[in-house]
Nanobody
Framework: QVQLVESGGGLVQAGGSLRLSCAAS????????MAWFRQAPGKGREFVAR???????????DYADPVKGRFTISRDNAKNTLYLQMNSLKPEDTAVYYC???????????????WGQGTQVTVSS
C-alpha cells in the first residue's frame, strides 16, 4: 500500500505561484511513477504531469500541453515527497489537484493505483 497526502493548495491571483506537495508513505516511493492530476468542477480528472525516478535522477517526466513551461514536477526520494511548482497561474488552472502513484507509465487516471485526497487550487482573475 502507498498512502499519499497532498498539501499546499490555496487561493492565488492570476500570474501568481503555488507549490504543491505530496507526502508518500508505505512502499518504496522510488519504484513508482508519480503524477499530478486535476479535476475542475463539472469536468473529468485530467493529467497534469508525471515523473519516473531511476538512479538518483529524474529518468522521465512530461506535462500536459496546457501547463508546459509553467509547471514543474519534482520529487525528493529521501523525503518521499513529490512536488508540483506552479507558476504563471491562470483562472483555468482552478481545480482540485491530486497526486497519484502507478507502477506503469501512463497518463490515464485508471492506470494509477493510489491517490491522495486532493488539494484545492483557486486562481482568481
Amino acid at each position: 500500500q502507498v498512502q499519499l497526502v497532498e498539501s499546499g493548495g490555496g487561493l492565488v491571483q492570476a500570474g501568481g505561484s503555488l507549490r504543491l506537495s505530496c507526502a508518500a508513505s508505505g512502499r518504496t516511493f522510488g519504484n513508482y511513477v508519480m503524477a499530478w492530476f486535476r479535476q475542475a468542477p463539472g469536468k473529468g480528472r485530467e493529467f497534469v504531469a508525471r515523473s519516473r525516478w531511476g538512479g538518483g535522477v529524474i529518468y522521465y517526466s512530461d506535462y500536459a500541453d496546457p501547463v508546459k513551461g509553467r509547471f514543474t514536477i519534482s520529487r525528493d526520494n529521501a523525503k518521499n515527497t513529490l512536488y508540483l511548482q506552479m507558476n504563471s497561474l491562470k483562472p483555468e488552472d482552478t481545480a482540485v489537484y491530486y497526486c497519484a502513484a502507478s507502477l506503469v507509465v501512463t497518463t490515464t487516471p485508471g492506470g494509477y493505483d493510489y491517490w491522495g485526497q486532493g488539494t484545492q487550487v483557486t486562481v482568481s482573475s
